[in-house]
């Protein structure tokens, strides 16, 4: 008996073995019906040009943010009577630190012509989005180009920690040269990398360009050895640098933007989540190794890892500001009102304690704006207005994780039209209540995720303000009003004793 039940458990070993092993064999299967197959995606340009020369220059001087410029020029194989279209082909990996992307016409500044761009297509194989491109018409058999993208987050911090009495910070980028241009055949190509300080620890050339660097200067040349051809190979170069400058992260940003037409003036608060995305601090923060190493410096800033100001510019015209936080009143800042008619405005502001890397600070700042200048009425319809306002005020070198900009009307306002200089990733619309409402004003809520100083454009909304609308508050405080003195006036002549 005893031997028949070590058989049989042994055979229950064998099968679980067996199990457990077919369990752990990966299996390739069809789909599922609520599930989407992977879609390839060929751009239809990819055997139309060539690309006979190539100029880029990566420029990461920026903080936070990264600057690539891309001059190119087209060679067409075939004619075609159709509307030219090239593809710009963006890996997921980069399109999600991706902030702006612009094409113009020609490669001079004299020159650039800002031309349409728009998503064509999503290849799930190679994990990439393709942009189109509409292209001007060809010159003397040639069609020349300018790309213009911003990318945000692409340095990170090397070392990842450092202590507080550490002089300097160093970042480390990595990247593939041709991002984008795989596609294409490159009779000639050159790269240029510009640092923010001739200080480079370290870097390195991929196989088949030839690096070059003049002594003393932050920026590298690679120059392509013979031509490229067409493949999906990546040229993956890298440098280790010196940032002087502190790692400026907006992490969300909230904008409220309030429009009385009755007192000629617009409200505009910024709530914003400051962060210093730089190394972390390894250690205790001491504040009086602080104040020694600002004393000894003798200038704010001079720590290049800690924040300890950050410039916002404003509005021409803006007035009143303040700076406030969770405490309350913040003092530690300077404004500095606009010169001249069309001249920005600034204000300086310091928090209440230096912000090391991985810090973050919660603050707010609000000013007033003059209506008339930002407030027009639309020529040739009575009652319709347009408004225009910036989506966000710029901070230099900053990135942008998240920005809400809400553009709330005055009570009464309808046919509401909104255009914005660039795609955002919602729109919405809103009633919100405030003093002496009766129908609530309209409220329009922009959202957008990876904004740079870019994005500080107006964004135009159009809308219809009767003059019955115009009076409505006076006309409703004036019955509430009249309501509570003819009231007043009956409750004094009541007779409220009791006659025996």
Known sequence: MR?????????????????????????????SPGQSAPSSYTPASRDQYEISSLARTIDLSGGSTARINTALTLVPLSASS???????????????????????EGTTKSSKKLIPVSKAGYDSLSETQYYAVQLPAPTADKIQITLAEIYLHVSTPKPAQLSQQTESQSLEWTGDLLAGLHHHTIKEARMRIKCPSPRLLNHSAPEGFELARTAGSPTLVFDAKSALPSSGESYVASVHYEQPLPLVTIRNLQ???????WSDSISVEDRMDLLNAGPALKGQFSRVDFQMATFNRRAPGAIPHIIQGITVQLPNGARSPYFTDVVGNVSTSHFRPSRGARGPSQIELAPRYPLLGGWSYDFQIGYILTASKYLRKAKGRS???????PFLSPIANAAYDSVTTRVVLPEGASHIRVETPFAVDSETREIQFSYLDSTGRPAIVLQKSACSDKHAENVIISYTYSTAALVRKPLAVAAVAMSLFLATIGIRRFEWSFKR
């Open 82 to 104: 159709e509307p030219a279209t090239w593809h710009l082909g963006i890996k997921s990996k980069n399109l999600a630190h991706l902030s702006s992307l612009e094409a113009y």
């Open 383 to 389: 009652g319709r207005y347009v408004l225009s306002v």
């Open 255 to 261: 904008r409220t933007v309030g429009v009385s037409q």
């Open 3 to 31: 031997a028949r039940l070590v058989a049989l458990a042994g055979c229950l070993g064998f099968l679980q073995h067996t199990w457990a092993a077919a369990s752990e064999q990966t299996v390739f299967a069809a789909p």
